[in-house]
């Protein structure tokens, strides 16, 4: 049952992901995560991503806290994803312009 259970949570997440692929505008962009997401979990997932940006930039913690208000629990968390993660953040923020 575990693997079922399993099996359908990654379908889930698939899909999110082939979801989030079809967005074309930042309206779009706005519009599906408003509907999708309550705003204190926007605000949680806007908040990791600027202290990922942050620590990519090597700002260190006491001004990523001022800045941003994150915890230093959520920082560090952040920085264990930046170092030990799948890359992801660098994919994306290699991507600025």
């Given amino acids: ?5 399993n099996d ?3 379908k ?3 899909y999110l992901f082939e979801t989030i692929m079809k967005i074309e505008t930042l ?3 706005e519009a599906l995560f408003d509907d999708l997401c309550t705003k204190t979990e926007l605000a949680s997932i806007s908040q990791r991503l600027v202290v990922a940006k942050m620590l990519s930039e090597k700002r260190v913690y006491s001004d990523i806290v001022a800045e941003t208000g994150a915890s ?3 920082i560090s968390r952040v920085n264990r994803s930046l170092a030990f993660g799948k890359g992801g953040y ?3 923020f290699g991507k600025e312009d």
Avoid at 1 to 5: E, S, T
């Fill in 72 to 74: 230093t629990a959520t």
């Fill in 12 to 14: 889930n997440i698939a």
């Fill in 8 to 10: 359908r949570i990654n």
């Fill in 90 to 92: 660098d994919k994306i």
């Fill in 1 to 5: 049952m575990a693997d079922r259970n």
């Fill in 27 to 29: 309206d779009e962009c």
